[in-house]
């Protein structure tokens, strides 16, 4: 998958996120919270409606304009689990996470990952390129050997450095500097 490729796949999952907090027309609610979708701040604010058959008549409204957004596309609804699987794709890019993605995260979760090797080569020069089981694809970048080689399978811990770069250990190994192709 060419680079350009992965870069709109990840640039449409970051979309569809951002979304779930704001309506893809633009439009919000005049006191609605920055980042919060007109359609979802309509709902919280039913329960400002004293009378219980106006409140109803007000959810009922809200709701309905919400399942509408949803449906067609202009809010998506995202769990923290799909927020923790967005940001585990995007490891390894060199760009800002959005507030969205970024918020209640544990500081380990954004600097390291572990995975599975689902292939590996040396190029002409004798550097690994790995591809993991779910399609990102790491280069080293420096000269340093490692005692076994990495194949389907093997366990790999890649984690940042400093400067945006990052180290790869495969398999417990000694570590070496990488970046991520795709």
Request: one cysteine or more.
């Given at each position: 998958?060419?680079?350009?490729?992965?870069?709109?796949?990840?640039?449409?999952?970051?979309a569809a996120g951002a979304a779930a907090l704001t309506l893809a027309s633009g439009g919000q609610a005049a006191d609605a919270?920055?980042?919060?979708?007109?359609?979802?701040?309509?709902?919280?604010?039913?329960?400002?409606q004293a009378d219980p058959t106006a409140r109803l008549a007000c959810y009922d409204?809200?709701?309905?304009?919400?399942?509408?957004?949803?449906?067609?596309?202009?809010?998506?609804?995202?769990?923290?689990?799909?927020?923790?699987?967005?940001?585990?794709?995007?490891?390894?890019?060199?760009?800002?996470?959005?507030?969205?993605?970024?918020?209640?995260?544990?500081?380990?979760?954004?600097?390291?990952?572990?995975?599975?090797?689902?292939?590996?080569?040396?190029?002409?020069?004798?550097?690994?390129?790995?591809?993991?089981?779910?399609?990102?694809?790491?280069?080293?970048?420096?000269?340093?050997?490692?005692?076994?080689?990495?194949?389907?399978?093997?366990?790999?811990?890649?984690?940042?450095?400093?400067?945006?770069?990052?180290?790869?250990?495969?398999?417990?190994?000694?570590?070496?500097?990488?970046?991520?192709?795709?």
């Open positions: 998958m060419s680079s350009l490729a992965l870069r709109r796949k990840v640039g449409i999952a970051l919270p920055k980042g919060r979708a007109a359609q979802l701040q309509a709902v919280v604010d039913c329960r400002q409204a809200a709701t309905a304009s919400l399942d509408a957004a949803e449906k067609a596309g202009d809010v998506v609804v995202v769990d923290r689990a799909q927020v923790r699987e967005a940001r585990r794709a995007a490891f390894g890019f060199n760009f800002a996470m959005p507030a969205f993605m970024a918020r209640d995260a544990e500081p380990d979760e954004l600097d390291r990952i572990t995975a599975t090797v689902d292939s590996a080569r040396q190029d002409a020069s004798g550097k690994w390129v790995i591809k993991l089981t779910d399609g990102a694809v790491w280069r080293q970048i420096d000269t340093k050997r490692i005692f076994k080689d990495p194949r389907h399978g093997s366990t790999v811990e890649i984690r940042s450095a400093s400067m945006g770069s990052f180290f790869m250990k495969i398999d417990g190994q000694m570590q070496m500097r990488v970046r991520r192709d795709n």
